[in-house]
């Protein structure tokens, strides 16, 4: 069986097929580290760790680089607004270098409680000045770019890229706005003349003091760390019309023109069902952090993205993720369950191969994981499975859905409790109902639950 993605270049769903067999080279553009990560940046970084676990899951060697973008960059669409470093540095009066290291720090740490499986490296704008300013020289030597006012530009009538869609190529409006470009799409490489004079991040170039533009580092990157062609290449939709685009048109430029990437794939948002498309620059979003003081564990949300389909809008609310955090504990305490009862070698069924066949089908159909995690709850509810099969199965399943269900262990249940517990089943079968509830109450209020089975109970955290 082969997996299929929508690719954002055909607009077509398409068969997966490296370049080298069996390897894949993905890149995703990272974080922009100047504030917490909000969960609609991780709902974009969860769909590349499902596309990694499916890769893997299709037996192939994954090799993933993801940037982190510690210089400031100028607004989120355009070459024009204000530098998001700078305006946090000022606000929480550190230096652009503190505030990039303690929200890189935060992002990472959010990774590791969501289980996204780490890139193979992480690779910081500010670590390779090189390789971006080799880049522009390699594009000034194809005469790809001018110089206006200090600043060094990308020509796009030299070389333009609409692959991707979505760049309006007739107004001058953008052209007005900066008048130093030639077209409308050019886009600033590097900038010896910023606007903001206390800008701390700057390099010696051949162009001046200064520094890089947006755009350029996840090209610079993207070759120093994969080289060219790569395979894949992801990130939420925003980033889509210009950046993805402008990615290409420099890349392309520097590779004789050849083709840089063969697919593209991007998220959609996520929504806040009160508020909109979730956004930093709102200042108005939730963390993870928020998440778990509202009660909820990040994988409560890793869980929920399993529900919406990673190109649709996925809409947030906390009946949602209440949903999600429920669902999740019994998915958690039905593996449990099934692992406390089995034992023996694994007992294959037909109906079993059918789950597999169906769950993989709806993998490799562009990572359908709504239809894989609704499979997943046939197989536990369905009693013509052994129940080490369904281990098996789960066991599988997990590697895309990256719960770690393999390393779950039980509640620890204190022995206060278990004696409660045993104190309340032995009023139960006397038929002293009154004492069984005000026990069964009374557990409940430290945390556990009991259900009763027909001569004995489950006890389990709540
Ligand atoms: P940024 O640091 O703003 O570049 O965002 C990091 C990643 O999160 C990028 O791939 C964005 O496209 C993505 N992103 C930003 N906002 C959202 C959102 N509301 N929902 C999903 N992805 C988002
Ligand atoms: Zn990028």
């Not at 596309?51 to 607004?75: E, P, Y």
């Not at 500010?126 to 990308?154: C, H, P, V, W």
């Amino acid at each position: 069986m082969s997996l299929k993605v929508y690719n954002s270049l055909t607009k077509k769903k398409e068969t997966f097929k490296p370049i080298v067999r069996g390897k894949v080279k993905i890149y995703s553009c990272g974080p922009t580290v100047y504030n917490y990560i909000h969960i609609g940046n991780h709902r974009t970084f969860l769909m590349s760790d499902f596309l990694k676990r499916a890769l893997k899951f299709n037996k192939f060697k994954v090799k993933h680089i993801m940037n982190i973008t510690d210089i400031g960059h100028l607004s989120s669409d355009a070459d024009a607004g204000e530098d998001k470093m700078v305006k946090a540095a000022m606000k929480e009066g550190k230096s652009v270098w503190d505030i990039a290291r303690f929200y890189t720090k935060a992002f990472k740490n959010d990774l590791t409680d969501l289980n996204i499986e780490t890139p193979n490296k992480f690779t910081l704008a500010t670590e390779n000045l090189r390789a971006q300013i080799n880049m522009i020289k390699k594009l000034e030597k194809r005469d790809y770019t001018y110089s206006a006012d200090g600043n060094i530009y990308f020509d796009t009538s030299k070389y333009s890229n609409n692959k991707l869609g979505g760049l309006n190529t007739k107004s001058k409006s953008r052209v007005k706005k900066d008048p130093n470009k030639k077209n409308r799409n050019d886009f600033i490489l590097w900038f010896t003349k910023s606007k903001f004079q206390d800008q701390e991040m700057k390099w010696n170039s051949p162009w001046g003091y200064g520094y890089p533009g947006w755009h350029i580092e996840c090209s610079a990157m993207a070759n120093k760390f994969l080289g060219a062609p790569i395979d894949i290449h992801t990130g939420g939709e925003d980033l889509k019309h210009i950046h993805h685009n402008n990615e290409i048109a420099q890349s392309e430029a520097a590779l004789d023109r050849k083709p840089w990437v063969n697919y593209w794939l991007h998220g959609a948002f996520l929504i806040d069902k009160n508020k909109g498309k979730m956004a930093r620059s709102s200042g108005d979003f939730i963390t993870l952090s928020k998440l778990k003081e509202a009660g909820f564990e990040p994988l409560d949300f890793r869980y929920l993205s399993l529900g919406t389909h990673y190109r649709k809008q996925m809409i947030f609310s906390k009946t949602a993720m209440t949903s999600a955090k429920n669902s999740r504990k019994k998915l958690y305490s039905s593996y449990l369950d099934l692992r406390s009862k089995t034992r023996g070698s694994l007992k294959a069924s037909k109906n079993g191969e059918k789950y597999y066949t169906q769950f993989e089908t709806a993998i490799n159909d562009d990572l359908n994981l709504p239809t894989s995690l609704a499979i997943t709850w046939k197989v536990i509810n369905d009693k013509k499975i052994p129940d080490n099969e369904k281990i098996y199965l789960l066991l599988r399943f997990d590697e895309i859905f990256g719960f770690n269900l393999k390393n779950l262990k039980p509640d620890r249940i204190p022995f206060s409790i278990k004696q409660l517990a045993e104190k309340r089943l032995k009023a139960r079968l006397k038929k002293d109902f009154k004492t069984a509830d005000k026990i069964r109450k009374l557990i409940k209020a430290k945390g556990f639950e009991l259900e009763d089975t027909i001569k004995s109970y489950i006890l389990k955290k709540k």
